[in-house]
C-alpha cells in the first residue's frame, strides 16, 4: 500500500464517515471510493477494522466484571436509593438474561458445527 493509501486506511477506521475519512486523509472521496474498490485496499481495511473490533471486544469483556461489581454493590446496599437500587437490578437482569442467551446460542451452534463436522465425509 501507498503511504497515500495507508493514510486512507487509517482515517477510515476513525472518521464517522466516508466522506469525513477522505478529508481527514486529504483526498478526494472519488479517490476513496477507488481506494475501496481494490481488492488489496478492501482486504486491509477488513482486516483492519477485525483487529479494532477484536481490541473493543477485549476491552469490553475486561470491564463486564467491575461492571457487574458495582451494579451488585448498589443493589445489596440497603441505605442507596430504592430507585437505584432497582435500576441497578434491572440492569443485572436484563443484561444477564442477554448474556445467557447469548452464551446458549453460541454451545447449540457450536454443538451444530460438531455434529456437522463429523457428519459429513469432507464434500460440501
Known amino acids: 500500500?501507498?503511504?497515500?493509501q495507508q493514510k486512507a486506511l487509517a482515517a477510515l477506521l476513525t472518521s464517522p464517515s466516508?466522506?469525513?475519512?477522505?478529508?481527514a486523509a486529504g483526498i478526494a472521496p472519488r479517490t476513496l471510493r477507488d481506494y475501496l474498490?481494490?481488492?488489496?485496499?478492501r482486504a486491509a481495511y477488513r482486516d483492519a477494522f477485525g483487529n479494532m473490533v477484536?481490541?473493543?471486544?477485549?476491552?469490553?469483556?475486561?470491564?463486564?466484571?467491575?461492571?457487574l461489581s458495582t451494579l451488585r454493590?448498589?443493589?445489596?446496599?440497603?441505605?442507596?436509593d430504592a430507585q437505584a437500587r432497582i435500576s441497578a437490578a434491572r440492569a443485572i437482569l436484563s443484561h444477564g438474561l442477554k448474556?445467557?442467551?447469548?452464551?446458549?446460542?453460541?454451545?447449540?451452534?457450536?454443538?451444530?458445527?460438531?455434529?456437522?463436522e463429523g457428519?459429513?465425509?469432507?464434500k460440501y
Do not use: C, Y
Request: proline content about 5%.
Open 119 to 122: 457428519g459429513h465425509d469432507g
Open 18 to 23: 466516508k466522506a469525513a475519512a477522505a478529508k
Open 73 to 80: 454493590e448498589i443493589v445489596e446496599d440497603r441505605e442507596e
Open 54 to 67: 477484536e481490541d473493543a471486544t477485549r476491552q469490553a469483556q475486561q470491564a463486564i466484571s467491575p461492571a
Open 99 to 116: 448474556l445467557i442467551e447469548t452464551t446458549d446460542i453460541l454451545n447449540r451452534l457450536q454443538e451444530l458445527e460438531t455434529a456437522m
Open 1 to 4: 500500500m501507498t503511504p497515500r
Open 37 to 41: 474498490a481494490d481488492p488489496a485496499f
